[in-house]
Nanobody
Framework: QVQLVESGGGLVQPGGSLTLSCAASGSRIITNMGWYCQAPGKQRELVATISSGGSTNYADSVKGRFTISRDNAKNTVYLRMNSLKPEDTCVYFC?????????WGQGTQVTVSS
């Protein structure tokens, strides 16, 4: 069994920064890790993904502001969010997947407001 533990959400002022982390435990092979955002009444949308080799993909709205990274030894993925805007407010979900698994985290709320 693989379990995900997310942390790092909270309330931040516009222009501020936050770092989210998601740690995966278990013995399944994980190839890709990513972060998705779901605002109230909207579909869950891709924010950023990273492969086991370090290739990254970002939503256009976060390019240049957010950075996804991973520590393969710790099976942990991070999302560094800079220059946060009110429209970045949503629940951020971690997702990991591999040959035999797809798993979502429980979500962590990020609120950008003055």
């Amino acid at each position: 069994q693989v379990q995900l533990v997310e942390s790092g959400g909270g309330l931040v002022q516009p222009g501020g920064s936050l770092t989210l982390s998601c740690a995966a435990s278990g013995s399944r092979i994980i190839t890709n890790m990513g972060w998705y955002c779901q605002a109230p009444g909207k579909q869950r949308e891709l924010v950023a993904t990273i492969s086991s080799g370090g290739s990254t993909n970002y939503a256009d709205s976060v390019k240049g502001r957010f950075t996804i990274s991973r520590d393969n030894a710790k099976n942990t993925v991070y999302l560094r969010m800079n220059s946060l805007k009110p429209e970045d407010t949503c629940v951020y979900f971690c997702k990991v997947w591999g040959p035999t698994i797809v798993l979502w985290g429980q979500g962590t709320q990020v609120t950008v407001s003055s």
